[in-house]
């Protein structure tokens, strides 16, 4: 006797359970709603996040958007600083796995806590990108360090300096897109 058949003689009456019917999409019924609502998310929502420190990473960090496009990604780009705005920062990254979004990119200069600050408040892969800035030290290796050398048990992915691209290539990669 196998364990499945095990589960149906202990059914009462020895018979198998009788299953709700539930409607298929577009045919009506009590769920059509909620299956309309769920449709439309996934035609609009963006599926990776691009985040940075300040506005002055745009320039660097607008390949990762471009390289999304490109692959038909959907993304949404936001510029958010982990020391000037902490409480936006823990906001977005709670909400994000609700809203629909599966990978985070963040990217951030000089002392970076952007993306270590974005993976403390989510469980969603996140991948950091160290930038160079105006007062960056050594090339940006200021940034690199503070990327890479999270605690364990709290991860985040790191591509090179200024590799915005390679973050999107990444965030494709985890999607198997
Ligand atoms: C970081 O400080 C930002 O990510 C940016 O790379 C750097 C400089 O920011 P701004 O002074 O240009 O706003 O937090």
Redesign the pocket.
């Known amino acids: 006797m196998s364990s499945d058949d095990a589960i149906v003689d202990e059914m009462p009456g020895g018979s198998e359970p009788e299953l709700a019917a539930v409607p298929e999409p577009g045919t009506g019924g009590p769920l059509a709603e909620t299956y309309e609502e769920i449709e439309e998310l996934d035609v609009d929502t963006p599926r990776v996040a691009i985040l940075?420190?300040?506005?002055?990473?745009l320039p660097a960090m607008e390949k990762a958007e471009g390289e999304l496009t490109e692959r038909g990604i959907r993304s949404e780009t936001r510029v958010m600083?982990a020391?000037r705005e902490p409480d936006t920062v823990a906001e977005y990254a709670k909400n994000a796995r609700m809203r629909g979004i599966k990978v985070i990119i963040a990217g951030?200069?000089?002392s970076?806590a952007?993306p270590g600050v974005v993976a403390a408040h989510t469980d969603l892969p996140v991948i950091g990108v160290p930038?160079t800035?105006?007062t960056s030290v050594a090339g940006g290796l200021d940034a690199l360090l503070s990327i890479s050398q999270m605690p364990p048990g709290v991860p985040v992915g790191c591509v090179g300096v200024d590799n915005a691209r390679n973050a999107a290539v990444l965030a494709a990669r985890i999607l198997s897109i």
């Open positions: 940075m420190g300040s506005k002055s990473d600083s020391h951030a200069g000089l970076a952007l930038l800035s105006r």
